[in-house]
């Protein structure tokens, strides 16, 4: 049998492309929104959501996607085509709850995150695909789930709503020389 280590050279080897994939503490974070993008997954169409951690810490700044499936949205299509999420998928419910949208639920973005500082739960892919443990250094984070919105404002009651006439002062001390009359 051959030594394994005497045969491999360096010309031999594989060049690993870890591509942009992290590994942190599982947990909770704040984290902004930074941009989506639809892409072609394993199993079909997924819009890949990239959030930045904002929590003070040794992960400040550090970049972090989370996974949706879509049922349409292949990159292939044209620029600006609909993208088509299913009422019981998980980025709907998701951006449903985070948001708290009643009205007009029919039009949903993740670039409605936009401006708000979330709470993000950060969890540790342990499998592959298959369902196939990963090795420790192939193991990575991504977001599993937004918690809340932290500088969330309903402003939906107060739209439609004119704002209160402040009444002119009524002077309750007459005049000098006033009433001698």
């Not at 010309?11 to 993008?37: C, F, M, N, Q, T």
């Not at 009205?103 to 708000?116: A, F, H, T």
């Not at 107060?158 to 002077?171: A, D, G, Q, S, Y």
Request: charged share 25%.
């Amino acid at each position: 049998m051959k030594n394994l280590t005497s045969t491999n050279s360096l010309s031999d080897s594989y060049e690993v492309d870890w591509g942009d994939s992290v590994l942190i503490p599982e947990g909770e974070y704040e984290a902004v929104y930074v941009s989506h993008e639809n892409t072609n997954g394993s199993f079909g169409p997924k819009v890949k959501v990239t959030f930045r951690i904002v929590s003070h810490g040794p992960f400040y700044e550090t970049l972090i996607p989370a996974w949706y499936n879509i049922q349409d949205g292949s990159p292939s299509k044209r620029k600006g085509a609909k993208v088509k999420l299913k009422r019981g998928s998980r980025l709907t419910g998701e951006l449903l709850k985070v948001l708290q949208i009643k009205q007009r639920v029919d039009r949903l973005s993740p670039s409605m995150l936009k401006g708000y500082l979330l709470t993000v739960k950060v969890r540790t892919v342990k499998t592959n695909s298959r369902q196939k443990k990963l090795t420790e250094a192939q193991q990575y984070s991504l977001v599993d789930s937004l918690v809340c919105i932290l500088n969330f404002q309903d402003i939906s009651e107060t739209l439609n709503v004119l704002p209160k006439v402040i009444p002119e002062p009524i002077p309750t001390i007459k005049p000098a020389g006033a009433g001698l009359y």
